[in-house]
C-alpha cells in the first residue's frame, strides 16, 4: 500500500447544510485509505489586506497557512458564485498564498470538484479555480473533470450518496485523484535522485 | 449638460495605500462632471453565507446592498491577486447579488479598470469579474479597456497623475463610460416609451 | 413596430446536420419579425494568415468582412470544443477583425446561444466567446444566458423544436436580443443627437 | 543525462516572419539537449468538420495526428487574436482531439508561450489555451508562466534572442519545461510498477 498522504480539502460554501461539505464529506469515505482527507475550514479567515502583512497576520491567517502547508496534496470543493470562485474561497486562495514568496499551496498537487443544485456543473468556479491554480504553482489534476449538477437529489439522511452510478463516479474520481498526488510525489523523487544521487 | 449619475466605485483592495485606491480617486477628478463617484467600502463586510440570508444579514451586507441599489452605473477598479479577482471583491459581489432574486447590481451599466504594479495589466482579475458581471445582468463597457500596469510610477505626493499621457488616457476612459452609462440610460427609456406610449 | 434590423447569424459548427445550425434555423423562426436573421456562412473562410492582409485577402475573407460590416446585430450560436470556442468560429472572428483598424463587428450589438448535446450548455464556448468580443468592441448581451445541453432531443424531423417549453424559452430569448438591439441603437442616436444637435 | 524526449512544438501563428515562429526557434537552442523541438506544421489542416470523421479525414489531419500521437510532449508558442487563442491554433487543438476516443493529445505533458508585440503577454491567449488542455487531459506546467511582451524588439538579424536577460529566462523555462515531462513520465513509471509489478 502506497504511503499516507494528508489531503486539505477547502469547501468553498459557509453554509451549514452546504452540498458542498457533504459531497466533501462523502468524498473522504469514498477515498483510497491511504489519502486522509481533512476538511481545513475558510469561514473564520478575515478578508486579505497586504497591510497586515508580513508584521501582524491575524491568528486565523497563520493557522490556515500551516495546515495548508502541512499538506501533501489539496482537494477544492466549491459551489459556483456569479459564475465564478465564491468569494470566500477565494479569499482563502489569497490569504494562503501570502506573504509574498511564502505562498502555502506551492506544488501541492491538486483537483477540483465543482458541485450545484443547477445544471451547469458550476463550470465557472471550476475554470477559474484552476486558472489561479496556475499562479499557485499547483500541478491540478486535469481528468477526470468532475462538475456536480443537481445537488439537491444526491444525499441520503445520513449524508450517504443516493445513486449508485453517482458513487462509483465519486469513488474513481477519488482513486484518479491519489494517482496523481502519488504520480506527482514519485516523479519529483525520482528527478531529485538523478539529480543528487546518494 | 446631462443629468447627473450616481456611480458606485468598487475597489478590490484593502491595502490603505492600494494603487487601485489612488487610481480610483484619481478618476474620480477625471471624469466628466455629471458623473458624481462615491468609492463604496468592502472591506467590512462579512464573508458570504447564505445561512444568514434573507432572515438575518449583517447590517453592512443591508447598507452595502442599498448603496449598490442606488447607483445609475458601477465602476471597477481591482488588482489581481492570484491571476483572478481579489476574494474580498468577490465577496462584495457576491453579498450584492443576493439574497436571490433581489440582486443590487441587476441592470447597472458598469465598467472596470485593473491596475497592477506588475506588467500584466491585472487582465485574469479584469475578465474573470467580466464573466461575473454577465450573470450579473450588467451590461459591461467593452471599449476601451484599461489594463494600467507599472502603478508603482503613477502618482505624485498629492495622488495626481505623473504622467501626462496616463491621465489623458483616463480622462478618455471617464469619457467613454459616461456615454456608456448614457446610452444604456438613453436607450431602456426610448425603448420603454415605445411599449408604453403616454 | 421597430425598423427592421439584419441580424448576422454566426454558427459554429460545420456538421451538415449541426444542432447548432438547427437551432439557429429555429431561431430565426422563432423571433420577433423585425429582426432578419440569415446564417453567415464560415466554412470556406482559409485560416488566417496575417501575411495576406490588407494586400491580398483572399475573396471569401472580402466578402465574409463586408457581409458582417452591413448587420446591425450579430448572433453567435456555437457548440463547445475542448472547452472552448472551436476552431472554426474563431477563425471567423480573427478573419472579420483584420486588418487592423478595420474589423468588421465593431461596436454590433450581440448575443451568444451555446448548444451542446451533452451536460454543460457549453459553457467554456460561451463565455470564452465573451471574452473576445470585449476586445471586438461588440455590447453582448448579459441576461439572459442562454447554454442549451441535451440538444440531441431537440427537434423534430421538420427541425421543429419538440419541447413547448424550450420553444418559449427560445423565443424569449430572441425578444430580449431584440430589445438588446433596438436599446444599443437608441441609445446611440439619443447620445449622437446630444452631442451634435440638428 | 535523461533519455531523450521528442516534443512537438504547435505555432499559434501563420506568418512567414511570425514572432512566434522565432520564439520558438530560439527555444529549441536554449532546450537542454535530450528534449527534441520540432514545429508542426498546423497551416494546411482544412477546418475541423465531424462530418469527415472518422470515415474520411483529411490527409492533413491524419498525418498531424498521428505526428502529435509519437511526441513524449507538446510546448504551444502562441499570440492572442481577440484575447483568446488564435483560430488556427484553436483548430490544430481541435483537429488533434478527434475522432472521439482517440485524441492524440491525452497525457502529453505541455506547457505554453504567450508571445506578442503588444504589452499583455498574450495572457488571454494563453489561459484559454490551458482551459482547452484540462479537457485533453495534458498535464501543464503551471509555473514558469511565460508571457512575452515587447517581440519586437526580440530578434537579432539571425533570430538569436538579442536581451540576455530574457534569454537566460528562456533558457530557465525550457530546463523546467524539461523537469515537468521528465517529473511526469517518471511518475508514471513508478505508479505502473508498483501497481504491476514485475
Known amino acids: 500500500m502506497p504511503q499516507p498522504r494528508d489531503i486539505a480539502v477547502i ?31 475558510i469561514g473564520d479567515l478575515p478578508l486579505y489586506d497586504q497591510d497586515l502583512d508580513p508584521d501582524s497576520p491575524p491568528a486565523p491567517w497563520v493557522a490556515f497557512r500551516e495546515r495548508v502547508r502541512r499538506a501533501d496534496g489539496v482537494l477544492f470543493v466549491t459551489p459556483e458564485y456569479n459564475r465564478s470562485i465564491p468569494g470566500v474561497l477565494k479569499n482563502a486562495i489569497d490569504v494562503g498564498s501570502r506573504p509574498y514568496g511564502k505562498s502555502a499551496w506551492e506544488k501541492k498537487p491538486g483537483a477540483v470538484v465543482s458541485v450545484t443544485p443547477g445544471a451547469l456543473g458550476a463550470f465557472g468556479a471550476n475554470h477559474h479555480l484552476r486558472q489561479a491554480c496556475v499562479f499557485l504553482d499547483m500541478p491540478m489534476m486535469p481528468q477526470p473533470e468532475a ?20 458513487e ?24 531529485a535522485s538523478d539529480q543528487h544521487p546518494g
Open 11 to 41: 469547501v468553498g460554501s459557509l453554509r451549514k447544510d452546504s452540498f458542498n461539505r457533504k459531497t466533501a464529506q462523502a468524498l473522504a469515505t469514498l477515498s483510497p485509505a491511504h489519502l486522509q482527507l481533512e476538511i481545513v475550514g
Open 147 to 166: 462538475y456536480l449538477s443537481g445537488a439537491g437529489d444526491f444525499f441520503a439522511e445520513d449524508g450517504a450518496i443516493k445513486d449508485p452510478s453517482l
Open 168 to 191: 462509483k463516479l465519486l469513488r474513481r474520481f477519488m482513486t484518479a485523484f491519489a494517482d496523481w498526488v502519488e504520480m506527482i510525489h514519485r516523479g519529483r523523487d525520482a528527478l
